[in-house]
């Protein structure tokens, strides 16, 4: 693979860059410098943005609306949305459930779903998770019993992430007994607005209201809502997760953290001296620095030889997502480390881009040392889920080493 970008992607990364200058808002590139909470109307807004100049769906096929990048395009826009201060674009839609829709779904669901996918119209969400049901997903229990030209669905899914601002959920739900688990599981659109959807929030470790328990209560959903055949949802869900794995790389984001942390630790004085200057916090520097850039090749390499191949991700994005996963908490501690006692416990309020710290507290809210405490906390969750370090590890012994 030829690591230097040619005269034609350099000029498509000028292109962004100027498209970015132009077009980013400042409220929502100031939330992303100084690490404020984004609500759903800037990632909406941002969406919309995307949408209007054609690129709201970089690797999508035009047929479907889509830029149609290669990989390295690909690469290249979230390397310079990130460094940008842009918000990344909700995955659960664009590519998650979109891939699906493309491979599996009816024309009647890909001509409704899709188009209102890629504008910013509905909102998506992930139903796979139960209670007792993560790791081995196959034995989810939340059952979906025909009925005439609907099915009845009745269940809990759990760890829903951001299922509070969704219109739709995509949901693995069971439709047999017979035979071994993962055979009678389908695919199912549901509609968040349903009678008998019930949301409730979990309040993670940091405070933040991110993740969310569903409840389905003889839910009626139309049998137009499956997806491909039923009790074959499994292998739907499978090529969803490479999918997903892929993403959890997290390159640009990565590359942006990075780039705060030598930021803090250049400004951070050690007993008059920036901690950058430590050569032992600066090996630690160097030593995660070195593991991302190989992640990225890594990551380039996977997608390229799937580009090339037409096919959905295989069993290397387990590689991908133990290692992405293991970066961005490495540089989340780091972070932590280097601002000390200035990385604040939790504050609620300091979190909105409006709020003004009281003079006690002023000092520490430099433009350079945001509220990280929250942040550090939230990171511990990316070696579980998509499937947790463990799993990934069971996935390369048995599909790429044949152990």
């Given at each position: 693979?030829?690591?230097?970008?040619?005269?034609?992607?350099?000029?498509?990364?000028?292109?962004?860059?100027?498209?970015?200058?132009?077009?980013?808002?400042a409220d929502i590139r100031d939330?992303?410098?100084?690490?404020?909470?984004?609500?759903?109307?800037?990632?909406?807004?941002?969406?919309?943005?995307?949408?209007?100049?054609?690129?709201?769906?970089?690797?999508?096929?035009?047929?479907?609306?889509?830029?149609?990048?290669?990989?390295?395009?690909?690469?290249?826009?979230?390397?310079?949305?990130?460094?940008?201060?842009?918000?990344?674009?909700?995955?659960?839609?664009?590519?998650?459930?979109?891939?699906?829709?493309?491979?599996?779904?009816?024309?009647?669901?890909?001509?409704?779903?899709?188009?209102?996918?890629?504008?910013?119209?509905?909102?998506?969400?992930?139903?796979?998770?139960?209670?007792?049901?993560?790791?081995?997903?196959?034995?989810?229990?939340?059952?979906?019993?025909?009925?005439?030209?609907?099915?009845?669905?009745?269940?809990?899914k759990t760890w829903n992430t951001?299922?509070?601002?969704?219109?739709?959920?995509?949901?693995?739900?069971?439709?047999?007994?017979?035979?071994?688990?993962?055979?009678?599981?389908?695919?199912?659109?549901?509609?968040?607005?349903?009678?008998?959807?019930?949301?409730?929030?979990?309040?993670?470790?940091?405070?933040?209201?991110?993740?969310?328990?569903?409840?389905?209560?003889?839910?009626?959903?139309?049998?137009?809502?499956?997806?491909?055949?039923?009790?074959?949802?499994?292998?739907?869900?499978?090529?969803?997760?490479?999918?997903?794995?892929?993403?959890?790389?997290?390159?640009?984001?990565?590359?942006?953290?990075?780039?705060?942390?030598?930021?803090?630790?250049?400004?951070?004085?050690?007993?008059?001296?920036?901690?950058?200057?430590?050569?032992?916090?600066?090996?630690?520097?160097?030593?995660?620095?070195?593991?991302?850039?190989?992640?990225?090749?890594?990551?380039?390499?996977?997608?390229?030889?799937?580009?090339?191949?037409?096919?959905?991700?295989?069993?290397?994005?387990?590689?991908?997502?133990?290692?992405?996963?293991?970066?961005?908490?490495?540089?989340?501690?780091?972070?932590?480390?280097?601002?000390?006692?200035?990385?604040?416990?939790?504050?609620?309020?300091?979190?909105?881009?409006?709020?003004?710290?009281?003079?006690?507290?002023?000092?520490?809210?430099?433009?350079?040392?945001?509220?990280?405490?929250?942040?550090?906390?939230?990171?511990?969750?990316?070696?579980?889920?998509?499937?947790?370090?463990?799993?990934?590890?069971?996935?390369?012994?048995?599909?790429?080493?044949?152990?």
């Amino acid at each position: 693979m030829d690591l230097n970008y040619t005269p034609e992607q350099q000029s498509f990364r000028n292109e962004v860059r100027a498209f970015l200058e132009a077009e980013l808002p400042a409220d929502i590139r100031d939330k992303i410098r100084l690490g404020r909470r984004l609500h759903k109307d800037d990632l909406v807004r941002w969406q919309k943005i995307l949408y209007r100049r054609g690129w709201g769906a970089g690797m999508w096929p035009k047929r479907y609306g889509g830029a149609a990048w290669n990989v390295v395009e690909q690469h290249i826009f979230d390397e310079e949305v990130a460094a940008a201060g842009a918000p990344p674009q909700i995955p659960f839609a664009l590519r998650m459930v979109a891939p699906v829709l493309m491979t599996f779904a009816t024309a009647a669901q890909q001509s409704y779903f899709l188009p209102r996918i890629i504008c910013g119209e509905d909102w998506w969400c992930q139903g796979y998770s139960e209670p007792g049901s993560g790791s081995d997903l196959a034995s989810l229990r939340t059952s979906a019993v025909r009925e005439a030209d609907h099915y009845l669905v009745n269940g809990q899914k759990t760890w829903n992430t951001l299922g509070h601002f969704a219109d739709w959920i995509f949901c693995l739900v069971r439709t047999s007994n017979d035979g071994r688990p993962q055979q009678g599981i389908s695919f199912l659109l549901i509609d968040m607005k349903s009678p008998g959807v019930t949301v409730r929030p979990i309040i993670t470790l940091e405070g933040e209201h991110e993740i969310n328990d569903i409840f389905f209560d003889n839910v009626r959903v139309p049998v137009e809502n499956l997806v491909g055949e039923e009790n074959k949802g499994w292998t739907y869900a499978k090529f969803l997760l490479s999918h997903e794995r892929t993403n959890n790389a997290g390159i640009g984001n990565c590359k942006r953290a990075l780039k705060r942390l030598k930021e803090i630790a250049s400004k951070q004085l050690v007993s008059g001296v920036p901690l950058i200057e430590d050569s032992r916090f600066r090996d630690r520097i160097a030593r995660v620095e070195l593991e991302l850039m190989a992640l990225e090749i890594t990551n380039l390499r996977v997608l390229s030889a799937v580009s090339g191949e037409s096919r959905a991700p295989g069993p290397e994005v387990s590689l991908l997502k133990i290692k992405g996963s293991e970066i961005i908490q490495q540089l989340a501690e780091l972070q932590m480390h280097a601002l000390g006692h200035d990385a604040l416990p939790y504050i609620h309020d300091a979190l909105e881009l409006e709020w003004v710290p009281e003079p006690m507290l002023a000092d520490h809210y430099a433009a350079y040392a945001p509220p990280l405490t929250g942040h550090y906390f939230n990171q511990r969750k990316t070696t579980i889920y998509a499937g947790s370090t463990e799993i990934q590890k069971n996935i390369i012994s048995k599909m790429v080493l044949g152990l």
